[in-house]
């Protein structure tokens, strides 16, 4: 199971749930959808290249960050 979502409740999960699932948590504040799908679209391969080896990516506006 994979959960893509802009509530940081849903990181905690990460630490509480066994087996934890994997956390797309998405940190780029309000924008239009316009401007939304550009973003998620131009890096959602590099989204998915991550999530398959760590437990949670976060995607912000200029970066991604990964944690195990």
Known sequence: ??????????????????????????RIGNVSMRDFHALISSVWEDILTLSKEYKLVIVFKDRLEAVN
């Open 1 to 26: 199971m994979t959960i893509v979502t802009k509530d940081s409740d849903f990181s905690d999960r990460i630490l509480l749930s066994v087996p934890p699932p994997k956390i797309i948590h998405i």
